[in-house]
């Protein structure tokens, strides 16, 4: 699946496929196998001799540790195989934690929720124009573009009120969550927008929805109050769920990250809309030539985004026990780093999410590492950075060649 | 003559004629003698003069903050002579120097300050004593003795108290036994540093209890705290006590426990007690006990007009802490 390399040194001469295929799944899962071994070898052991690091709930652990830049780095993904970037999905991260925790604790109008009334009924309206138009396909464009505006005007206004009468007694744990993804949604059209209609570079859109979108996240709260605490009461037991672990053992949040891993991972190899990022990515123009609808497909990649992103908002409120305006700072950044370990190039065309999922666990695997071995918040960090750098190096082939060229001169010096 | 030049002028007045009076131990209360900043001028009435005093508080983004200064309104609610200028420094010293340079220049009649830190608003908060304005400084004090009084309580003192109901709580002194976790604040914050000293001082006389868990920054929030104590679990299958430097880190640890359902076999020690956290969670009985961290506002202001009337103020005043348990919990629940 991995594209064939046309250039570096590793594509001087034609492979036998079966050998260039354990090669990809070698530098796919290399450094994570080898951070694993490392986590055996170094792990301490409890008091029967088992090993910490290996075991289940430890495992299970660095999933539900993962889940939420996991999340962010898949919707990253979509957006990098564009040959775009998202820098806001840390904040929407950070409004997803409080709109949800405003949704679940607070009744009536406040802040979060007349944020989230007008979003949901738009998400609603997209949604159901998108599957009418689908469906009304057959009859021609315009017929499709009917049927998907009449959808829209039905479907809208229902889900906005329907939102609205639900909000005196409580929402219910699927509205509060189908809401704040549509908040997500709306963020991430937003950002589409401004890439694809507004003519701005990614870097620019996406920096100034990040800033501004934090911004939002703590004047919705109210400044006053801005951490939401959600206790451990009955009445949140529904919500509470999203961060449990399932028997006690596996993480809810980590099933989703899985669940979402594979369902984008078919979407974009196997479907035509999935095939249009990596067209963009390689040559938008080309693209755009050839009938594709590039800016709409844009929109759909960075809403897609910002959707995921306003999830694992709400899987972290649900984890953490709390809604706070600054939880998602700087997870963008890991998001990336994920994304480029996974083998995403940041130029766009290439890589895929499955690899950005070994990318994600490398750094779980890492950070667990570290902290069974108690060392620091500082350590971990400078480790953190030191383990991109050199992935990436491994990742693109730079330290093959230069153990090659370290070779080379070695033989050379030898003849001579 | 520029608007600049004519400040600077009166400010070298003000502090000429301050500067003779000023190097006696007793710092003089504002408005003996100079009459040069008017609003101060002590007439010994409280009734009908109008008092303006401008409150700079560090941040807002803290729901101990979002408490204090609650609190201070409701006692500045209490005076009907006070008008309260309340200003958020957004955590920046930069900020908070300017709203007290601002406060200078307005003349208020009291200036109250919660700083940042200490070293950064030394010299602005010196300045507006200088200026003969009475500067209450709360919770975290300035260098030197140029303020009027500090206000705050007393984090090793805080500390004391939750070391001995750890105690209590593992058996009692001289037979107390078991293995705590102590979850960090903010490393290099002194509140963290007393707050652990006073703890120590009196658990580490008990031989039974064991510290297990190293020592890790928490940054006083709590899923850091759920995070790190995910990993003491792992690594330590016996934990009966746990002690954080607030309550929300008490909690999160809590959370972590919760998670591999070893909760209730560990006791849990806040700090701070706020009504809607710590005190609630005493109530739901998911923290053992939390130790009160006494909001200063209110006393601030009451120590501001006393000032402005003409009496002596201490300057220091320790706030006291409470231990709250199940049983006395409602009485801080408002």
Same mark, same amino acid.
């Given at each position: 699946v991995e594209p064939v390399r046309?250039? !570096?040194?590793? $594509? $001087?001469?034609?492979?036998?496929? #079966? #050998?260039?295929?354990?090669?990809?799944?070698? =530098?796919?899962?290399?450094?994570? $196998?080898?951070?694993?071994?490392?986590?055996?070898?170094v792990s301490p052991h409890d008091t029967r001799g088992g090993n910490i690091f290996m075991s289940d709930s430890n495992l299970f652990d660095i999933l539900a540790r993962v889940s939420n830049v996991g999340l962010l780095a898949v919707g990253m993904t979509l957006v990098v195989l564009t040959a775009g970037i998202d820098l806001s999905v840390g904040s929407v991260l950070s409004l997803g934690t409080v709109v949800a925790a405003m949704l679940l604790l607070e009744r009536g109008w406040n802040p979060a929720s007349i944020l989230a009334a007008p979003c949901l009924a738009l998400g609603a309206g997209l949604a159901a124009a998108a599957l009418a138009g689908r469906a009304a396909a057959g009859g021609g464009r315009t017929a499709a573009a009917r049927a998907g505006t009449l959808a829209f005007i039905i479907a809208a206004p229902l889900a906005g009120f329907g939102f609205a009468s639900l909000l005196a007694t409580g929402l219910p744990v699927p509205v509060i969550l189908l809401a704040v993804m549509s908040v997500g949604l709306v963020v991430g059209c937003v950002n589409g927008l401004l890439v694809a209609y507004g003519g701005l570079q990614p870097f620019i859109a996406t920096l100034s929805t990040m800033i501004g979108v934090w911004g939002l996240a703590w004047l919705v709260t109210g400044e006053n109050n801005a951490r939401r605490r959600i206790a451990s009461d009955?009445?949140?037991?529904?919500?509470?769920?999203?961060?449990?672990?399932?028997?006690?053992?596996?993480?809810?949040?980590?099933?989703?990250?899985?669940?979402?891993?594979?369902?984008?991972? @078919?979407?974009?190899?196997?479907?035509?809309?999935?095939? =249009?990022?990596?067209?963009?990515?390689?040559?938008?123009?080309?693209? =755009?030539?050839? !009938?594709?609808?590039?800016? =709409?497909?844009?929109?759909?990649?960075?809403? *897609?985004?910002?959707?995921?992103?306003?999830? $694992?908002? /709400?899987?972290?409120?649900?984890?953490?026990?709390?809604?706070? &305006?600054?939880?998602? @700072?700087?997870?963008?950044?890991?998001?990336?780093?994920?994304?480029?370990?996974?083998g995403t190039s940041l130029m766009g065309g290439r890589g895929g999410v499955t690899g950005t999922l070994t990318g994600v666990l490398m750094f779980g695997v890492l950070s667990n590492i570290l902290q069974l071995k108690e060392f620091t918040t500082s350590w971990q960090r400078f480790a953190t950075g030191g383990i991109i750098a050199l992935a990436v190096l491994i990742q693109q082939g730079q330290v093959q060649a230069l153990v090659k060229r370290y070779l080379v001169t070695l033989r050379g010096d030898k003849g001579r | 003559m520029k608007p600049g030049t004519r400040w600077t002028l009166l400010l070298?007045?003000?502090?000429?004629?301050?500067?003779? *009076?000023?190097?006696?131990?007793? &710092?003089? &209360?504002?408005?003996?003698?100079?009459? /040069?900043?008017?609003?101060?001028?002590?007439?010994?009435? /409280?009734?009908g003069k109008k008092r303006t005093i401008g409150f700079s508080q560090v941040t807002v983004a803290e729901p101990w903050r979002a408490v204090f200064n609650d609190q201070l309104k409701a006692e500045a609610a209490k005076h009907d002579e006070v008008t309260l200028i309340m200003q958020d420094a957004n955590d920046s010293t930069e900020t908070q120097v300017q709203q007290m340079e601002g406060f200078i220049s307005q003349k208020v009649d009291a200036i109250l300050v919660s700083p940042k830190e200490s070293a950064g608003l030394t010299d602005v908060v010196a300045k507006a004593y200088e200026a003969r304005i009475p500067v209450i400084v709360l919770d975290r004090n300035v260098e030197g003795d140029d303020y009027t009084c500090f206000i705050g309580a007393d984090n090793v003192e805080i500390g004391r108290e939750a070391g001995k109901y750890a105690v209590q709580l593992l058996g009692g002194t001289g037979k107390a036994k078991g293995n705590y976790v102590e979850v960090w604040g903010g490393f290099g914050t002194k509140p963290s540093a007393d707050r652990s000293q006073g703890f120590h001082e009196v658990v580490d006389k008990e031989p039974g209890m064991k510290l297990v868990g190293k020592k890790m920054d928490c940054d006083w929030k709590s899923e850091k705290a759920q995070i790190y104590m995910q990993g003491v679990l792992k690594l330590n299958p016996q934990i009966d006590l746990v002690y954080g430097h607030n309550d929300p880190m008490a909690l999160g640890a809590r959370a972590a426990a919760a998670e591999v359902g070893r909760a209730e076999k560990i006791k849990f020690l806040g700090i701070d007690a706020l009504p809607k956290e710590g005190v609630k969670a005493v109530k739901d009985g998911e923290l053992a006990a939390t130790f009160l961290y006494p909001t200063p506002g209110a006393e601030g202001l009451r120590q501001a007009l006393k000032v402005l009337t003409g009496e002596s103020v201490e300057k220091k005043i320790t706030l006291p802490t409470a231990t709250i348990t199940k049983e006395n919990a409602d009485e801080y629940s408002q």
């Open positions: 046309t250039q !570096g040194p590793l $594509a $001087a001469k034609p492979r036998p496929l #079966l #050998l260039n295929a354990s090669l990809a799944v070698v =530098r796919q899962l290399g450094g994570l $196998a080898a951070l694993v071994l490392i986590g055996i070898v009955a009445a949140y037991a529904g919500f509470n769920w999203l961060g449990s672990r399932v028997g006690g053992v596996i993480p809810v949040p980590g099933l989703v990250l899985i669940a979402i891993v594979i369902a984008v991972h @078919l979407i974009i190899r196997y479907t035509s809309v999935g095939r =249009r990022l990596y067209a963009i990515g390689g040559s938008e123009e080309a693209t =755009r030539l050839s !009938g594709v609808p590039v800016d =709409r497909t844009k929109v759909l990649v960075y809403g *897609c985004s910002g959707l995921l992103a306003a999830l $694992a908002g /709400t899987l972290w409120a649900a984890q953490y026990h709390q809604g706070y &305006p600054d939880a998602g @700072l700087t997870k963008e950044l890991d998001a990336i780093a994920a994304v480029v370990i996974g | 070298a007045g003000a502090l000429a004629l301050t500067a003779g *009076c000023n190097n006696g131990g007793s &710092p003089p &209360p504002a408005g003996d003698g100079a009459s /040069t900043t008017p609003g101060t001028a002590a007439t010994g009435d /409280t009734g």
